[in-house]
């Protein structure tokens, strides 16, 4: 199979089962070696990509990573991102909302992060939390003091969905091309790096109790995973099911997705006018002295 796009979107309103996706599929590299090459030669499209965005500067591009703890996203962020110009760049990871975000709506805090025309934006984790971990955790919602006569209808997570996708449309509309990696783990992959995590000094600082008792919600969360991405996968902003259980072959999948997505933007760098040209040749010259 080769690496096209196509074979990881989600069609909008299409049913999804997390068990019938795979976690694992056919390496689209050889070997280690070649697996750098590929990448590399990924990285440095995105990189060209990315300058030429940031000198058109009619666009911006949010790329959303969501997943399960060890899905490899942060691994994403420092690979597949590396040639991104830092000046055009801003990373993102949501952690728990302070005072003052939980007194706006839950689209707030990440709407001041969004990116500027010519700029790249990465959230590691995003608003979708809103409808994963406040799902699964109803004490959070609880602590976002929204009127009483909300909490517990019918139609509320439908609601919170519909909010998310006019969120993105709007920001379409607008030119930010919205683009949604879910890292599909398998359960028996997570419990292989939280060992490796154990094992590793280098890596026991990512690894706590608190990820122990996430995992014994894995059911909860793939059903909350599940209603998410169906409701949210769209036609300007599509989820991709990303087969996490092999990082190198995820890399690939995900850089080859955005090298996609930018590349079908109108771009071009500006044009230089006549008057320009001969500003230019006149201060050629005199540097030529």
Sequence with gaps: MKNHPKHFRIKPGESVKLERWPTRVAPFYKSKRHYQQLLAQHVHELARLHALMYAHGRYSVLVIF???DAAGKDGAVAHVMSGLNPQGCQVYSFKQPSS??????FL??????LPERGHFGIFNRS???????ARVHPEVLAGQRLPGELMGKKDFWPGRYRSITDFEQHLHRNGTRVIKF????SKQEQRRRFLARIDDPGKNWKFSMADMAER??????????????????SDVAPWYMVPADD???ARLIMSQVLIEQLGNLKMSYPQVTEKRLKELKTIR????I
Aim: aromatic residues 14%; hydrophobic residues 35%; negative net charge.
């Design 285 to 288: 010259k005199l540097l030529t």
């Design 216 to 233: 014994k919600r894995w059911a909860d969360y793939q059903d909350a995973y599940e209603d998410c991405l169906r409701a949210t996968s």
């Design 127 to 133: 608003y979708y939390e809103e409808v994963l971990i």
């Design 108 to 113: 707030w805090r990440t709407t001041c992060r």
């Design 100 to 105: 003052e975000e939980l007194a706006h709506d």
């Design 182 to 185: 879910f890292l599909h783990l």
């Design 247 to 249: 990082k190198e072959n």
């Design 66 to 68: 969501q997943g399960m």
